[in-house]
């Protein structure tokens, strides 16, 4: 069973950058896409991001354009890199996994299997 483990957040000022990372335990073999899901307080569990096994990537709207996710299949590792962070974007960031490549519902995090803990990333205004 493949584990995943989420790093690097922390505390940022608004309009400030923080990168995120996600480990797997083991190689994670095609079909499959990782995506990045985030929760705040008292709010439903939302998509940010997803990258396929062809490198394909795929964005919630408001994350478009400041947020960029990569991955890195040597180190087994997702990466999530936020800039022109807002207080808006203060959430319990996870990261997680389906065993499959279709675009379709690839940010409902209904088809996910495999999730992170989770890492906490807050912007102050």
């Known amino acids: 069973q493949v584990q995943l483990q989420e790093s690097g957040g922390g505390s940022a000022p608004s309009g400030g950058s923080l990168r995120l990372s996600c480990a797997a335990s083991?190689?994670?073999?095609?079909?499959?896409?990782i995506a990045w899901f985030r929760q705040a307080p008292g709010k439903e569990r939302e998509g940010v991001a997803v990258?396929?096994?062809?490198?394909?990537?795929a964005y919630a709207g408001s994350m478009k354009g400041r947020f960029t996710i990569s991955q890195d299949k040597v180190k087994k590792t997702v990466y999530l890199q936020m800039n022109s962070l807002k207080p808006e974007d203060t959430a319990t960031y996870y990261c997680?996994?389906?065993?499959?490549?279709?675009?379709?519902?690839?940010?409902?995090?209904?088809?996910?299997?495999?999730w992170g803990q989770g890492t906490q990333v807050t912007v102050s205004s």
């Open positions: 083991e190689i994670i073999y095609a079909p499959v896409s």
């Open positions: 997680a996994r389906r065993p499959s490549r279709a675009h379709a519902g690839s940010l409902d995090p209904v088809a996910y299997t495999t």
């Open positions: 990258i396929f096994d062809d490198d394909d990537t």
